[in-house]
């Protein structure tokens, strides 16, 4: 356990009552307390506030605990995200005020209405909470059991608590459940990335910068001792990190300097596993909703959840668009309503007899079509190979007889293979997989593998991702000193690799990698061509730029903020080399893809 404490006025004496605390009040059909202490296991309190029916009673509690701060206005914190979503989806501002929404929680106005009480946790060192700032920490996650435990014995609960939220809110619902919470009853895990390492940090072994820029633009913004440099709540008006002033140096004393901390692991180890859930110890009740466009966090720990933990009652959603989204429309909002009210108010409401599947099956043109299943992956799915030919860069459905090299300049931009053009309509439907052999000029070598699909006239069809407005159909990642997989993990459609060690190579000697290239869901028309790009840097989308949002650093260039560009983790003198792709027709290299019949 991490026994770091913060420094400051704040956290001299962590239990006495903040003086910004407000009392409860009713307003817009809810009784709200503001800034309620909770006390965890060492005596730092928490601030949260609960938002529940006015009629006093039990209720069924929805949770979350996160670093965005309780008290920000979604509106002001995050504005070109709510300006395209209530532009685009009405019914997420209807029949609400709007004035509680916040970052990827639930609107208490809706949910309250609905009989629940919802919580709303500051995270430890984080808007009106004081403490040390460690993201996805095991002290993190003792605090969420925490807070669970704490809100099932309430006057006002009925004992069965619920985890709702997106992205971290849903990450860390992996984490805690492991702890099992007594009062833990169901948890719906919303675009909630789950391995530290495969889904967050290092994808194929490749550090994503990701992590340090958010780190910088939406946790050190509304760090507990900002106070008059922070924002004020639009509601009750009150400070949203709290009253305590504390100097740029106490500050950077009470965070960990995460991205710093990340480079620092490179490999799988005892860092990374303390932050990844244990899926045999998960064994509440859940709904995981991932979605197709999240190549970078917001798909794979998703899958792996629905298929890996031990929960015999789970439930596996997919849906597209932005991933903040679908969780405040009409159509997710009743989908997590029906599936809490079963598990929280106990309702024979049928979910329980639900297929474990639903998938919104995409088509071109950001059309979905829901599609119930049994299974994930498909039982029904044909694997099949597509086969890599040097000749003329085909993508083949027999196996090239002849062999042959292919070289490309690891920070150009690279090769793509092409499959003949498609004689009917063709679905692909799960994970999708890579063997190829490969040597380097150097050492090492990082490949990018990324899935396309180009239309009849040769323009690439993209998609709105879960960030990016241009995201390819699927991506997959993998350094190839980080070749070695696990046996039994491993499938022939995802490849699951150690990343214990690291196996240089030998300069331009070919060693065989197996790719996990993630999930997707794609029906391509007729006259359309398969695509597959292998290059040595992030996938760039040639048809222009995707913007800005205000949370991001970058501009979206089709990977959104998921880039692989740390020159510390990649020094050229390594990995921008020669790359050669080597064919061998007793070895073929080919590509399996998941086609539904």
């Known amino acids: 356990m991490d026994n770091r404490t913060a420094t400051g006025r704040a956290s001299q004496d962590p239990a006495a009552p903040d003086p910004s605390a407000r009392a409860s009040e009713i307003r817009d059909g809810m009784r709200i307390d503001w800034d309620v202490p909770i006390a965890m296991d060492d005596g730092l309190v928490l601030r949260a506030d609960v938002y529940r029916p006015v009629v006093e009673g039990r209720h069924p509690v929805l949770i979350t605990y996160g670093p965005y701060a309780k008290g920000l206005a979604f509106q002001e914190g995050y504005p070109s995200a709510w300006e395209r979503m209530s532009r685009e989806h009405p019914d997420v501002t209807a029949h609400s005020s709007n004035l509680y929404q916040s970052w990827e929680v639930v609107d208490p106005e809706k949910w309250v209405r609905e009989g629940y009480a919802c919580v709303r946790v500051d995270s430890r060192g984080c808007g009106g ?249 498909l039982a029904r799915t044909q694997w099949s190979a597509l086969h890599l030919d040097p000749d003329g860069l085909r993508l083949t459905p027999d196996a090239p007889a002849g062999n042959g090299t292919v070289r490309f300049e690891a920070m150009g931009e690279g090769v793509t293979f092409l499959s003949e053009p498609l004689a009917g309509e063709t679905e692909l439907t799960g994970p999708s997989a890579l063997r190829l052999a490969v040597s380097s000029s150097t050492s090492d070598c990082d490949i990018f593998a990324v899935l396309r699909v180009f239309s009849a006239d040769m323009k690439e069809i993209v998609f709105q991702g879960a960030i990016d407005p241009h995201t390819p159909v699927a991506q997959g990642w993998l350094r190839a000193s980080h070749r070695k997989t696990d046996p039994e993990l491993s499938r022939p459609y995802r490849p699951y690799h150690v990343h214990g060690e690291t196996e240089p190579l030998t300069p331009d000697e070919p060693v065989m990698l197996d790719i996990e290239i993630w999930p997707t869901s794609i029906v391509i028309p007729a006259g359309a061509r398969i695509g597959l790009t292998l290059r040595g840097r992030d996938y760039v989308y040639g048809g222009g730029s995707g913007g800005r949002l205000s949370a991001f650093k970058n501009e979206l260039t089709g990977c959104g903020p998921f880039l692989h560009d740390d020159p510390l983790d990649r020094p050229p003198e390594i990995f921008a080399g020669t790359t050669t792709l080597h064919f061998d027709a007793a070895s073929p290299s080919r590509l399996l893809l998941p086609r539904m019949p």
């Not at 619902?173 to 833990?184: C, D, E, I, R, Y």
């Not at 960990?256 to 692991?265: K, L, N, P, Q, S």
């Open 129 to 377: 909470s004081p403490g040390y700032i460690d993201p996805f920490s095991p002290r993190e996650t003792r605090d969420y059991h925490d807070c669970i435990e704490w809100a099932g014995t309430q006057p006002w609960s009925n004992g069965k608590v619920g985890l709702n939220g997106v992205s971290y809110f849903g990450s860390n619902q992996w984490h805690v459940a492991g702890l099992q919470p007594p009062h833990l009853a169901a948890m719906c895990i919303w675009e909630g990335a789950a391995d530290w390492y495969r889904d967050m940090t290092h994808h194929g072994g490749i550090l994503s910068t990701f992590w340090a820029n958010w780190y910088d633009m939406q946790v050190k913004t509304v760090q507990h001792g900002i106070g008059e440099r922070g924002r004020r709540s639009r509601v009750h008006g009150g400070l949203v990190c709290g009253p305590t002033e504390l100097g740029e140096e106490e500050l950077a004393r009470n965070r960990c300097d995460f991205g710093g901390e990340i480079r620092a692991h490179p490999l799988d180890d005892a860092y990374h596993q303390a932050r990844s859930p244990d899926w045999d110890r998960v064994v509440t009740p859940f709904l995981s909703c991932a979605n197709w466009g999240g190549a970078g966090l917001h798909a794979r720990g998703n899958f792996e959840g629905f298929v890996r933990a031990a929960s015999s009652q789970k439930w596996l959603e997919v849906h597209g668009i932005e991933h903040w989204t679908e969780f405040y429309t009409d159509y997710g909002r009743e989908l997590q309503l029906r599936f809490f009210d079963h598990f929280l108010k106990g309702e024979d409401n049928g979910w329980d007899r639900e297929p474990p599947v639903l998938l919104q099956v995409r088509h071109p043109g950001e059309r979905f079509v829901p599609r119930k299943e049994g299974e994930w992956p």
